[in-house]
């Protein structure tokens, strides 16, 4: 009796082997090109099995829109296609004295046109996409998802979500950052003016009714808790569904490079994903 327990215990757990192993296998294309630009590729994740149902995502990396490229998102793009999930982790230019966020929101509308055009040869869906963002990617996805445009959810990790408010602007002022701020916007801050160029580019002042997650550090040094509570505040008075979830003691990168904490973030990602592909 003893054998024939042992024995079923370790096919018990050989099974169970087989089928996490199974589970974590995808197939991955690297650099596809879908503009001309040098940075305007992606890195397209698939996992094996019927895809028809499966949620797709884009994700956006982070950098304060001036750096960094799709090695920032690898991991999260494996470990969310792990869940069952095809990810197209999305470069995008950086912004220039030519360059502004207006062009980097085009960039993400022929980034997700590209991935549609390669549902035909894949076989996922070729329309209802859900955008994940961190940083400079989270206000990113937050302003083309709030276009509302083949957008089924938004994900949005340490957003800056309102960079004309006088505190984002003299905090942005301190940090050196307004060059970037003002090529983002492509206007110069005007200190004794309006500043609509700002006000355009601010999520907080073009949301939509698109569900939105929001994560964010309460320790962020860069991007104040106060961004994502201002505009969690916001989209309830607003209607539109939401979810706000603060990471105790974590800062910038949101517990993303801590093992347990990244794990925490993936499921409530993914969980947000599946909750809203409909």
């Known amino acids: 009796m003893d054998y024939f327990n042992n024995t079923m215990k370790h096919f018990v757990l050989f099974l169970l082997f087989v089928y996490l ?4 296998q995808s197939k991955h294309f690297s650099n596809l090109s879908y503009g001309k630009s040098s940075q305007q590729v992606l890195d397209l994740y698939i996992p094996d099995g019927n895809l028809k149902k499966l949620p797709v995502v884009i994700l956006l990396h982070g950098g304060a829109w001036s750096m960094g490229g ?4 690898a991991k999260h793009a494996q470990d969310i296609c792990n869940k069952g999930f095809v990810v197209a982790n999305v470069d995008y230019r950086y912004v220039s004295d030519k360059i502004a966020a207006k062009d980097l929101l085009e960039d993400i509308k022929l980034a997700v046109s590209y991935v549609s055009d390669l549902s035909k040869k894949y076989g996922y869906n070729k329309n209802g996409y859900h955008v994940v963002g961190i940083s400079a990617g989270a206000h990113l996805a937050l302003l083309y998802g709030y276009s509302g445009k083949n957008v089924k959810s938004i994900t949005a990790l340490c957003a800056p979500s309102r960079l004309d408010s006088p505190e984002a602007l003299e905090f942005i002022i301190k940090n050196g950052h307004l060059d970037i701020i003002e090529k983002l916007a492509g206007a110069k801050l005007n200190p004794n003016g ?13 949301i939509s009714d698109v569900p939105t997650l929001l994560i964010h550090g309460n320790a962020d040094p860069l991007v104040n808790l106060r961004q994502s509570q201002n505009l969690y505040a916001a989209l309830k008075s607003k209607g539109v569904e939401s979810k706000f979830v603060i990471r ?6 949101v517990g993303m490079n801590s093992p347990d904490t990244e794990i925490e973030n993936i499921k409530d990602i993914t969980e947000w994903i599946i909750q809203h592909n409909k």
């Open 194 to 206: 309006d500043n609509m160029a700002f006000v355009a580019i601010s999520p907080f002042n073009n």
């Open 248 to 253: 105790e003691g974590k800062g910038h990168d």
């Open 21 to 24: 192993n199974s589970f974590g």
């Open 70 to 73: 799709l090695e920032y998102t």
